[in-house]
């Protein structure tokens, strides 16, 4: 729900304000316009009252250090400053509705979104605990559905104000406890100073639980109440409060669900994996009925990656999706994403990082394991966009070839599927991926330069989706 404007805050010349989005106890949030850049922006000012107890000095260096989160499931940061004593931060404005107003709209999610959405989510924190950086606010709240993603907003800010009132737990101005306490762990609910990830994979399955459910694993009519359940209460199983998920994917939520962080998943990377498995459960046999006459039913397998480098479980779970994307456009092949029942190749492959270096390795596989094809692709980490095409179209270019046109399913066999399926690249296609390009030169640097390429992109994007409104990529690209 968006309000005109009730006070009047400067700010630098460059941001015009436009409406109030959102209001609590600590803070008051704006979209407005960055005249430099020609966007929009999310303007989120802390009260005088949490401003004077931060401090400017101190919130410049947290909002510093959250800056450096360069992630696609995360909403970036970048600025900060103060204004007649209150402290501000600017996001990216995101035009989507959060987990939060589905959950309102909906009452609760299928098991396979509320899984998928849960493992975009670990895949962000997984990235974000590599750093050293814990979220502390994992709720409904703070993430965005965009395209069918799950994209995690104020990441950090939680510290800032945990800091700022003393405790583990935020406060509104006037003493009550926020909703966070519904998805905060035993240890955080404690104060412990010294939490680490695992903090935020409890968060994240007191989320999950809600999604799954309908409610959160606990409530009480007091905010104390309520902690004192996530300190000593187990939750109840998820089947008996209305849930349809899997054994698996439930026992993922009560092994987050963990009182001691010892007893939790080690780390979100693995939780992720999990995830992506779970909501694969209930679809395979829906994948699995291909069409008899389809030349190649094709496994999509995840990228392996080291396991002591989490930044890569991201890019591959990208690189994995473009792929199966790609050949999804092919006629006579049929893309399986789970199980290797009935296929006739097995796609999988490695990410290995070395500094801001990638190098994946994609081979094709015949289900006994002979090696049918195999490629390399290099990249950069700021350029990820440019190794998944080179990576998919590579991959489609090998299915091109070895598919035979006579083996190609009828198109009435393919039902809804668009008529341009099995055209490779449309004229929107064509400009997305010109956009792709011009933004993947705006580099970490900005500058004048970097502006260039960032509208550059912007007009091959906003040129493809007036040809295709609907096109995937592109309001990906845009996003």
């Given at each position: 729900?968006?309000?005109?404007?009730?006070?009047?805050?400067?700010?630098?010349?460059?941001?015009?304000?436009?409406?109030?989005?959102?209001?609590?106890?600590?803070?008051?949030?704006?979209?407005?316009?960055?005249?430099?850049?020609?966007?929009?922006?999310?303007?989120?000012?802390?009260?005088?009252?949490?401003?004077?107890?931060?401090?400017?000095?101190?919130?410049?260096?947290?909002?510093?250090?959250?800056?450096?989160?360069?992630?696609?499931?995360?909403?970036?940061?970048?600025?900060?400053?103060?204004?007649?004593?209150?402290?501000?931060?600017?996001?990216?404005?995101?035009?989507?509705?959060?987990?939060?107003?589905?959950?309102?709209?909906?009452?609760?999610?299928?098991?396979?979104?509320?899984?998928?959405?849960?493992?975009?989510?670990?895949?962000?924190?997984?990235?974000?605990?590599?750093?050293?950086?814990?979220?502390?606010?994992?709720?409904?709240?703070?993430?965005?559905?965009?395209?069918?993603?799950?994209?995690?907003?104020?990441?950090?800010?939680?510290?800032?104000?945990?800091?700022?009132?003393?405790?583990?737990?935020?406060?509104?101005?006037d003493g009550a406890v926020l909703g966070t306490v519904a998805y905060m762990s035993p240890e955080q609910g404690l104060g412990e100073l010294l939490i680490d990830g695992r903090s935020d994979l409890y968060s994240l399955g007191c989320m999950l639980y809600e999604l799954l459910c309908g409610s959160p694993p606990f409530s009480a009519p007091t905010a104390l109440a309520v902690l004192g359940k996530h300190m000593t209460e187990i939750p109840m199983p998820l089947r008996e409060r209305g849930s349809t998920s899997s054994p698996e994917l439930d026992a993922i939520v009560m092994h987050l669900l963990q009182k001691d962080a010892a007893d939790r998943p080690a780390n979100a990377a693995d939780v992720a994996r999990a995830l992506r498995a779970a909501s694969q459960a209930g679809h395979s046999s829906a994948v699995v009925a291909a069409p008899i006459d389809t030349a190649e039913i094709v496994v999509v397998g995840s990228l392996a990656y080291a396991d002591d480098d989490p930044a890569c479980a991201p890019i591959a779970s990208a690189l994995g999706t473009a792929v199966a994307s790609s050949l999804a456009t092919l006629p006579g092949v049929r893309v399986q994403l789970a199980g290797s029942s009935g296929a006739s190749s097995v796609i999988d492959g490695s990410v290995r990082r070395s500094g801001q270096r990638m190098r994946v390795t994609i081979r094709v596989l015949d289900p006994d394991g002979t090696l049918r094809w195999s490629q390399q692709a290099d990249g950069t980490v700021d350029d990820v966009f440019a190794l998944e095409d080179a990576v998919s179209e590579s991959v489609a270019g090998f299915f091109?070839?070895?598919?035979?046109?006579?083996?190609?399913?009828?198109?009435?066999?393919?039902?809804?599927?668009?008529?341009?399926?099995?055209?490779?690249?449309?004229?929107?296609?064509?400009?997305?991926?010109?956009?792709?390009?011009?933004?993947?030169?705006?580099?970490?640097?900005?500058?004048?330069?970097?502006?260039?390429?960032?509208?550059?992109?912007?007009?091959?994007?906003?040129?493809?989706?007036?040809l295709d409104p609907r096109n995937a990529r592109g309001l990906c690209a845009m996003g």
């Open positions: 729900m968006t309000s005109p404007l009730r006070d009047t805050i400067r700010l630098p010349a460059r941001f015009e304000l436009d409406r109030e989005i959102g209001r609590g106890g600590m803070a008051v949030v704006y979209r407005a316009h960055d005249n430099h850049l020609g966007r929009y922006v999310a303007i989120k000012v802390l009260s005088p009252d949490l401003s004077s107890t931060v401090g400017a000095d101190r919130f410049q260096r947290e909002i510093a250090l959250m800056a450096k989160l360069v992630h696609p499931g995360i909403v970036a940061l970048f600025d900060s400053g103060e204004t007649d004593g209150q402290l501000y931060y600017v996001m990216p404005f995101v035009a989507a509705e959060t987990l939060r107003a589905r959950v309102v709209r909906e009452r609760k999610l299928t098991p396979h979104d509320a899984a998928t959405l849960g493992a975009d989510v670990a895949e962000a924190l997984a990235y974000a605990h590599g750093m050293s950086i814990i979220h502390r606010d994992v709720k409904p709240e703070n993430v965005f559905a965009v395209a069918g993603r799950a994209v995690l907003a104020d990441f950090g800010i939680a510290r800032i104000l945990g800091q700022a009132s003393g405790s583990g737990y935020t406060l509104t101005t091109s070839r070895s598919v035979s046109p006579s083996h190609t399913a009828p198109s009435a066999l393919h039902g809804s599927r668009s008529p341009t399926a099995s055209r490779p690249l449309s004229d929107a296609d064509v400009l997305v991926a010109k956009g792709v390009k011009a933004f993947s030169q705006f580099g970490p640097s900005g500058g004048a330069a970097g502006i260039g390429h960032l509208d550059e992109a912007r007009a091959y994007l906003s040129r493809a989706l007036a």
